[in-house]
C-alpha cells in the first residue's frame, strides 16, 4: 500500500492512519504547541516503526540543546538504519538526524540540501535546516535554502505560510527589512498561532526602528482571554523569545518601566530551564543595566542556571550568554571554570568539525572574565579583536547586538573615551531610533568634554520618543 503525507511525499507508513498521526504531530510542532510532544509519542504508541514520527521525535529531542539526549538519539537513528527502516527520503532523515547527534550539523545541512533537492515540499528537512543554520550564523545560507525550494510552493500546499515565514526570517538577516516585513505579515495573516512568523515580522520591525508600528503590531497579542490566560499559554517555551522581542520596542525608547512589566509578568512567568530562557532573561536584563537601570535581585537564579551548564557546551550562544551571566553576576570561579569547559570542549572536537564559532566563543568568554577581573584594558582587547567576527557564534544580528553594546560600555570602563565615542556614534548610524544608543553617545561625548555632541545626543534621544 501507498501512502503520502498531506504534502505528497510518499512515505513507508503502513497506512494513512499512521501517516495521519504523524501530520498532526507535525503540525503541532510547526505552531510551537506544547502539545506537540505528546502528538508524537501517541503516534509511536500505535505505531512504533513509524520512521517520520521516529525522525520528528530525534529532532525534537536534539533542539533541547543538551548534550544529554546527543548518545539516546544517535542511537534511535543508527538502529533503524540498520534495521532498514524507510524509504530513501525518510533513512537521508535518519542520517541527518544521526550526523546532528554526533555535533557535525554542517554535514545534517547537507543531508537535508539533497532531500530538499529532490523534495522541495519536504518541510521537516526545511524547517530542520532553517533552525541549524541559524544556529551557525550562515545568513546566505539562511536565504539559499528557502530560495531553492520555493518556486514550489503556493498556498495550496499545507504549510506555506510556514515556508513564507521562515523566508522573511532569512531576508532580515542580510538586510532586506522592508520585503521580510512584507512576507511575515503575509505569513502571520494566513497563520497567526506560527510564531517564527510573528518573530520575523518583529525582526524587521525593529530593524526599521518602527517602534511605533512594533508596539502596535505586539498589541494585538497581548490581551489575555477571559479566563485570564493568553493565548499563548499552551505553546512551548519559545514563546519567551516572542515577548523578549516585544520587550525591545520600549527599551529602545527608553521606557524602562514596561520592559521591566514585560520581564516580570511575560518572559519570567515563561521561563523554564529551556536554553533560549537564559539567553533571553540574561540579554535583556544587561541591556537593562547598561541603560543604568536597577534590576534588583533578578539575576540571581540566572546565575545558577548558567552555573549548571558548565560541561554542557551543545550552542555556542548559549555559552556566550551562561558567560555574561556568570560575570555579571559576580561568580568568578564558575566563570572560569565555564571558560576552561569550553576550551576543553573545543580541543575535544573532531577534525572536520566547524569550530569557527567556538573559537569566538571563547575570546568572549576571556574577555567576560577579564572584566570580570577588573582588568577592563586586557577585556577591550580580546573582545575587541573578534568584534567583526560574531555571526558563527549564531543567533541574530538583533541578538548579537548585545556584544556590542558590552563592548561599548567595557571601553568606556577601560578609560578609552575616544574609542568609546567612536563605537557610540557608529551605533547611532545603526539604531537611530533608539533612546538607550543616544543616551549612551551622550554619555561617551560628555567624557570628552564635547559639550555639542552631549547636547545634540540628547535632543535626538528625546525626538525618537516625541
Known sequence: MSTSDCRGLATSAADQVEVDAFDTGFEHFLNYEMSAGNAIKAALAQHPESVSATVLRGYMMMMLETSAVHAKVAATAGSALEAGWGNERERLHLTALGQWAAGDVRAAAMTWDRILADHPLDLLALKMHHYTTFWTGRANVLVSAVDGVIDAWDESVPGYDHVLGMRAFALNEIGRYEQAEELG??????????????????????MQGALSAGDTFFDGFMTDDPSGEHRWQAKNPFVGHIWWHAALFPWNQGDYERVLRLYDERLRPASTEFFLDLQNLSSLLTRLELSGVDVGDRWDELGDNAASRIGDHVLTFTDVHCALTLSRTARNDE??????????HRANRPDGFDTVGMDVAIELCRGFERRAADDDRGAVETML????????????????????LVLTDTVAAAGDHRLAANLARARTRRWPNSVPTWRHYAEAAAALGDDGEVDRANRRAEEVVA
Open 185 to 206: 505579515r503575509r505569513a502571520v495573516a494566513l497563520n497567526d498561532e506560527d510564531l517564527w512568523s510573528i518573530h520575523a515580522v518583529a525582526h524587521a520591525l525593529e
Open 385 to 404: 579583536a573578534v568584534r567583526g567576527d560574531l555571526a558563527p557564534i549564531g543567533g541574530s544580528i538583533a541578538q548579537r547586538d548585545l556584544f556590542d
Open 335 to 344: 566563570l572560569a571554570a565555564f571558560t576552561r569547559s569550553l576550551e576543553q
